[in-house]
């Protein structure tokens, strides 16, 4: 399947294989940092980072290696304390707020290496997320026992033939569905990816494109950050591009590959195919 084929493609298929309602987020959230900062000593890893990102978007975030993306989502989600800076969710401050509270506010995140429960089964990783967070608080439509819920996500991430299987013999793609259906359990309405493209072929790039299209239709808030970039441009809505910690460029994916800095510093001479207007 061609990654121009993708977006067409899922907006037919049906994502819940269950009559009835299908499950979504109730109410729409926003996610905005405000001058976060980050300090190792004397490195600044992320200097005064801002942006906003509301429910049925997708921000993507690009740059090199060492441009302080994963430090970001680390301040974000409450794993790294900012140096200085404010995170708010749904205008309320959350900066202060603990890992676990956050999730539960209704923000998720997946990481660049698979990272699944591998003793259990996959039914028994989406179970979990079903169990820790609260999607019958910040999503309708969703079965009323854990179990059920699951099952509907097993569908829905297309691993509901893997459902017995122990996760950690699993392949790199079924991993990460596994990680995206493992992170919608817990009902978030912002949902945070680090590199969900990594290491996928075409092909692969292609079905994770559709997937997360749907996610995003269901009104979930996305950050992405991503390498591949002929996958994110056709993703994002907006792009934000960090460099040494700061803020390059933010705009449209339209606007950032004729961006004649963004291209000497991270794209390259050849610079990447334009996506479609």
Same mark, same amino acid.
């Given at each position: 399947?061609?990654?121009?084929?993708?977006?067409?493609?899922?907006?037919?298929?049906?994502?819940?294989?269950?009559?009835?309602?299908?499950?979504?987020?109730?109410?729409?959230?926003?996610?905005?940092?405000?001058?976060?900062? =980050?300090?190792?000593?004397?490195?600044?890893?992320?200097? /005064?980072?801002?942006?906003?990102?509301?429910?049925?978007?997708i921000l993507g975030i690009?740059?090199?290696?060492?441009?302080? =993306?994963?430090?970001?989502?680390?301040?974000?989600?409450?794993?790294?304390?900012?140096?200085?800076? /404010? %995170?708010?969710f749904d205008g309320a401050?959350?900066?202060?707020?603990?890992?676990?509270?956050?999730?539960?506010?209704?923000?998720?995140?997946?990481?660049?290496?698979?990272?699944?429960?591998?003793?259990?089964?996959?039914?028994?990783?989406?179970?979990?997320?079903?169990?820790?967070?609260?999607?019958? %608080?910040?999503?309708?439509?969703?079965? /009323?026992?854990?179990?059920?819920?699951?099952?509907?996500?097993?569908?829905?991430?297309?691993?509901?033939? =893997?459902?017995?299987?122990?996760?950690?013999?699993?392949?790199?793609?079924? =991993?990460?569905?596994?990680?995206?259906?493992?992170?919608?359990?817990?009902?978030?309405?912002?949902?945070?990816?680090?590199?969900?493209?990594?290491?996928?072929?075409?092909?692969?790039?292609?079905?994770?494109?559709?997937?997360?299209?749907?996610?995003?239709?269901?009104g979930v808030a996305v950050?992405?950050?991503?390498?591949?970039?002929?996958?994110?441009?056709?993703?994002?809505?907006?792009?934000?591009?960090?460099?040494?910690?700061?803020?390059?460029?933010?705009?449209?994916?339209?606007?950032?590959?004729?961006?004649?800095?963004?291209?000497?510093?991270?794209?390259?001479?050849?610079? %990447?195919?334009?996506?479609?207007?």
């Amino acid at each position: 399947m061609s990654l121009a084929g993708s977006e067409a493609s899922s907006r037919a298929a049906d994502p819940w294989s269950e009559a009835g309602e299908a499950p979504r987020v109730a109410r729409s959230a926003e996610l905005e940092a405000r001058s976060v900062r =980050k300090d190792y000593g004397g490195l600044r890893a992320v200097a /005064d980072i801002s942006f906003r990102v509301c429910g049925g978007e997708i921000l993507g975030i690009v740059g090199p290696n060492g441009a302080g =993306k994963t430090t970001l989502f680390d301040v974000i989600t409450g794993l790294t304390k900012a140096t200085c800076g /404010d %995170v708010l969710f749904d205008g309320a401050s959350i900066i202060a707020t603990s890992v676990h509270r956050r999730c539960r506010l209704g923000l998720a995140r997946t990481f660049q290496q698979p990272t699944v429960a591998g003793t259990l089964t996959v039914y028994e990783n989406v179970l979990l997320g079903s169990y820790f967070g609260q999607p019958r %608080v910040h999503w309708q439509g969703v079965a /009323d026992s854990p179990e059920t819920y699951a099952e509907q996500l097993l569908d829905f991430v297309n691993l509901a033939n =893997k459902r017995n299987w122990l996760a950690d013999p699993l392949g790199l793609l079924d =991993k990460k569905r596994l990680m995206l259906g493992s992170a919608l359990a817990t009902g978030p309405r912002v949902l945070l990816l680090d590199e969900p493209f990594g290491g996928l072929n075409t092909h692969e790039i292609g079905v994770t494109l559709e997937l997360l299209w749907r996610i995003r239709d269901l009104g979930v808030a996305v950050v992405c950050i991503e390498h591949v970039m002929r996958a994110l441009t056709r993703l994002a809505d907006r792009v934000l591009v960090m460099h040494h910690g700061r803020a390059l460029f933010q705009g449209t994916p339209q606007d950032m590959v004729g961006d004649q800095t963004v291209i000497d510093v991270y794209l390259g001479t050849q610079g %990447v195919p334009r996506p479609p207007v």
